[in-house]
């Protein structure tokens, strides 16, 4: 027979399981309510942290530029004509009037000589008037004299006035035929001056068919070809004085102000890792109207790369250096309606701070007052994230 006192703790057990059973749900969202309570109101927060040290900062303007040349030119023949020799190509270097192309000169060259021969014609012509000329001063000087002896006898009485008539008109002929000769040999120096004229023209339209290098530089460009016909102004190649490259960078309208002739810059070329020393070597005076924008030239101190014109380039231009400063990251800012603040230990905890800044440079920003050296600078472990004032902090 079974024992009551055996069968009285059997019963205690189930009920026990019971309770256990209908318990043990709301056990499981108490552990999971006291575990969501520790997290958000007592478990440390992540936090990134840097601390408030002295070190250098460099305000620096920044600008998108490109590469130039300061001297650069589009070259060109200034008259209509057939390429028939080209004599440089793209990327030679070429020094100051070395022949770099040629316009087809046989029509030129064939007027040249007709010019040529017009001149030798009327110096020929001009020669045989010499001495006609010569010729027709001998005649009137004979006329005269023998109208001179016809007056002596006509006034003695001796010879009749026909006589002395047809002497006096001999020397109107001869006075008349002079006139004439002088009269060609002053059109012949004319025609003389236009032949020589003409033959100068040929002349320099076959120099001006061929073109020069304007100054030592590089070929950039060759945009025509052997056979192709050329017209006034239209470029043939174009030339860049690699010695004198620049970079042309666009800077917000707002540090105007603040650009002087020389100031310290850095230029930074695609796919160069190391930046670039150089110098601001003109500000202009008239900004873009349609970006506001500045185009300031930078110039390098030293190229030590092949560039390639119109290439592009980042510029940083040092506005200001603060040597020795107190600093804190700028990454470490954050910002609400009030304006700027900090997160920062206190006694393990997190505090807010409202720091005066002064210089900005590209990493770190100078603290004048609100935060003290070496002062741990509190900033959330994710972007968007957040550190709520008073509670622990752990870095992350």
């Given at each position: 027979?079974?024992?009551?006192?055996?069968?009285?703790?059997?019963?205690?057990?189930?009920?026990?399981?019971?309770?256990?059973?209908?318990?043990?749900?709301?056990?499981?969202?108490?552990?999971?309510?006291l575990?969501?309570?520790?997290?958000?109101?007592?478990?440390?927060?992540?936090?990134r942290?840097?601390?408030?040290?002295?070190?250098?900062?460099?305000?620096?303007?920044?600008?998108?530029?490109?590469?130039?040349?300061r001297?650069?030119?589009?070259?060109?023949?200034?008259?209509?004509?057939?390429?028939?020799?080209?004599?440089?190509?793209?990327?030679?270097?070429?020094?100051?009037?070395?022949?770099?192309?040629?316009?087809e000169?046989?029509?030129?060259?064939?007027?040249?000589?007709?010019?040529?021969?017009?001149?030798?014609?009327?110096?020929?012509?001009l020669?045989?008037?010499?001495?006609?000329?010569?010729?027709?001063?001998?005649?009137?000087?004979?006329?005269?004299?023998?109208?001179?002896?016809?007056q002596?006898?006509?006034?003695?009485?001796?010879?009749?006035?026909?006589q002395?008539d047809?002497a006096?008109?001999?020397?109107r002929?001869?006075?008349?035929?002079?006139d004439r000769?002088?009269?060609?040999?002053?059109?012949?120096?004319?025609?003389?001056?236009?032949?020589?004229?003409?033959?100068?023209?040929?002349?320099?339209?076959?120099?001006r068919?061929?073109?020069?290098?304007?100054?030592?530089?590089?070929?950039?460009?060759?945009?025509?070809?052997?056979?192709?016909?050329?017209a006034?102004?239209?470029?043939?190649?174009?030339?860049?004085?690699t010695?004198?490259?620049?970079v042309l960078?666009?800077?917000?309208e707002?540090?105007?102000?603040?650009?002087?002739?020389?100031?310290?810059?850095?230029?930074?070329?695609?796919?160069?890792?190391?930046?670039?020393?150089?110098?601001?070597?003109?500000?202009?005076?008239?900004?873009?109207r349609?970006?506001h924008?500045?185009?300031?030239?930078v110039?390098?101190?030293?190229l030590?790369?092949r560039?390639?014109?119109g290439?592009?380039?980042?510029?940083?231009?040092?506005?200001?250096r603060?040597?020795?400063?107190?600093?804190?990251?700028?990454?470490?800012l954050?910002?609400?309606?009030?304006?700027?603040?900090?997160?920062?230990?206190?006694?393990?905890?997190?505090?807010?701070a409202?720091p005066?800044?002064?210089?900005?440079?590209?990493?770190?920003?100078?603290?004048l007052?609100?935060l003290?050296?070496?002062d741990?600078?509190?900033?959330?472990?994710?972007?968007?994230?957040?550190?709520?004032?008073?509670?622990?902090?752990?870095?992350?």
């Amino acid at each position: 027979m079974p024992d009551p006192e055996d069968s009285t703790w059997a019963m205690r057990a189930r009920r026990l399981g019971s309770l256990a059973a209908r318990a043990a749900p709301w056990a499981v969202l108490l552990a999971v309510g006291l575990a969501l309570a520790w997290s958000r109101l007592l478990a440390p927060l992540p936090a990134r942290v840097a601390r408030v040290e002295r070190g250098p900062i460099v305000e620096e303007a920044f600008g998108r530029g490109t590469i130039e040349s300061r001297r650069e030119a589009a070259v060109g023949f200034d008259l209509v004509g057939r390429v028939s020799e080209l004599l440089v190509a793209e990327g030679q270097r070429v020094t100051l009037g070395q022949e770099l192309a040629r316009l087809e000169t046989t029509q030129a060259q064939a007027e040249l000589r007709s010019a040529q021969l017009n001149v030798s014609a009327a110096r020929a012509s001009l020669k045989r008037l010499a001495a006609d000329e010569e010729r027709a001063r001998t005649l009137l000087v004979a006329a005269e004299r023998e109208a001179t002896r016809a007056q002596v006898l006509f006034a003695a009485g001796t010879l009749p006035t026909q006589q002395r008539d047809e002497a006096s008109d001999r020397v109107r002929l001869a006075r008349a035929e002079l006139d004439r000769v002088l009269a060609q040999r002053s059109e012949a120096v004319r025609g003389i001056d236009v032949a020589s004229g003409g033959a100068e023209q040929r002349k320099v339209m076959l120099v001006r068919a061929t073109l020069l290098a304007p100054f030592d530089g590089v070929v950039t460009r060759r945009l025509r070809e052997p056979g192709d016909t050329v017209a006034v102004g239209s470029t043939v190649l174009r030339i860049a004085d690699t010695a004198q490259v620049r970079v042309l960078a666009a800077l917000d309208e707002t540090v105007l102000p603040r650009l002087e002739p020389d100031q310290p810059a850095s230029i930074v070329f695609p796919g160069t890792p190391a930046p670039l020393p150089g110098r601001v070597s003109f500000i202009p005076w008239e900004a873009d109207r349609q970006t506001h924008e500045i185009a300031v030239e930078v110039a390098p101190e030293r190229l030590e790369r092949r560039v390639a014109i119109g290439q592009r380039a980042d510029v940083r231009v040092e506005l200001r250096r603060v040597p020795d400063a107190l600093r804190v990251p700028t990454s470490m800012l954050l910002h609400d309606a009030a304006g700027v603040f900090v997160h920062v230990d206190r006694g393990g905890r997190i505090a807010t701070a409202r720091p005066e800044l002064g210089a900005r440079g590209a990493e770190h920003v100078e603290v004048l007052a609100g935060l003290a050296e070496g002062d741990l600078v509190l900033a959330p472990e994710r972007a968007g994230g957040g550190l709520t004032p008073g509670r622990r902090w752990v870095a992350r």
